[in-house]
């Protein structure tokens, strides 16, 4: 298997942990366009999903890479995330992870194992809304085109961050009308693209933060792996 496909496979999950922290958080396009700047939306679309009690969407992960062959390969998968402000439950490639603030809680059904890691909130990759705010500084941000995909007016923003030694550039598509994340793509320099598409995003449904925690009691076969004291 080729290099960059195994380096892609490895890096998925820190991509998902990446988007559930990243995500946990009506005025016309031109408007934007001509009065104001790329950041503008970003941080209204950040103000905007700070404001939500309650999240849920469905997302599509592809990992695009170079195959042996030269040949472009992708890998996609599918899951499903909750949110009730700082508590979610994500449901992934036969696992479900419950995150709180501080802390990942990953359940792996097919071995019967329960694992708890310990997370640095003050890390931006695993604080709340970071794919819109750990760009902010050091980054270049650039118009790119409008579309309407499924009836929704989708505008795009390229972000080129100067400091990063990953990331060549991203893209983000923002739906004008609910000011969400609508897509996510991110260009690294090891050739692979990781793409992130959302769809069914529903906000404020009245979900209870009970439905998204962890509950030992209902996993008890399972082995459980904490550090101490957890």
Known sequence: MNDSIITAKNKMK??????????TWCSPLFIYAQSGSPLDLIKEVEKRT???????????LIL????????????????????????????????????EPGKLIT?????????VRLIDTSDANFSPLSVLTKYQNGTDFTWLESEIILGRSIQFIELTPKDQEDIVKVILGIDINSKQ???????????????????????????????VLFDRNSFKDYDYIAPNGM
């Open 181 to 211: 994340i609508s897509s996510y793509r991110e260009y690294g320099k090891n050739d692979v693209i990781t793409k992130v598409n959302l769809t069914n995003y529903q906000v404020n449904q009245g979900v209870l933060l009970e439905n």
């Open 50 to 60: 700070l404001e939500y009690k309650d999240q849920s969407f469905q997302f599509t």
């Open 14 to 23: 820190k991509y998902i942990f990446i988007l559930v922290f990243n995500l």
């Open 107 to 115: 359940v792996n059904n097919e071995d019967k194992e329960i694992t």
């Open 64 to 99: 695009d890479a170079k195959a042996r062959d030269g040949k472009r390969i992708e890998r996609i998968n599918k899951g499903s995330i909750n949110l009730v402000e700082q508590n979610g439950k994500l449901v992934f490639n036969g696992q479900t992870i419950f995150f």
